[in-house]
């Protein structure tokens, strides 16, 4: 094949990968770079329709990011007793995803004593489910975002703003396991570290309770 023939059948493939994302701003993401490729590839040949098309697509790309990035959210918590009727029909309905990051999570009402949504713009966009352990760490049982709030907005939220809410109620560091790769990269990126044991720590201030 010539490159012209790889470049649009590889844009077309990267814009069928687009469709299956169930996250928007990957979507978005990925729909940009394949409209870009199919304007290059429009244009390299002649096609100017088809280059001017996806030109227009990749402009209603880049405006639907800017709003997502550049949108004023208001993340708010919403405390829930452990046997909270929506909580429970919540995770029921979302426990095929639930179990794509966090295989093996069952949920113990008598176990997750911190429990709270979280809420954007007054809309549900995940639940977070932990207890304390060893007297000083918050141990995360779910932290689980639905799929068209996967922005890491959430996570940024609730370790970075929730910080001081979480110092003052006498915990020194949050703990969480190693339940996919998927699951450890999203701590990663917001600041977890992985220890010997497997497991990830975060540490809310210098007094560290995992060395």
Known sequence: MTFLEILGYGASVIIAISMTMSSIVKFRIINLIGALTFTTYGFLIGAYPVGGLNAFIVAVDLYYLYKIYSKAEQFETLSIRPDNRYLLRFLEYHMPEIQKFNPGFEYKPEVNTVSFFILRNMVVAGVFLAHREDGNVLKVGLDYVIPQYRDYKNGKYIYS???????????????????????????????????????????????????
């Open 161 to 211: 703003r929730l910080k001081d809410r979480f110092i003052n109620d006498g915990f020194d560091c949050v703990l969480a396991s190693h339940r996919s790769d998927k699951y450890g990269q999203y701590l990663k990126k917001l600041g977890f570290k992985i220890k010997d044991n497997g497991m990830y720590v975060k540490h809310l201030h210098d007094t560290k309770c995992y060395s």
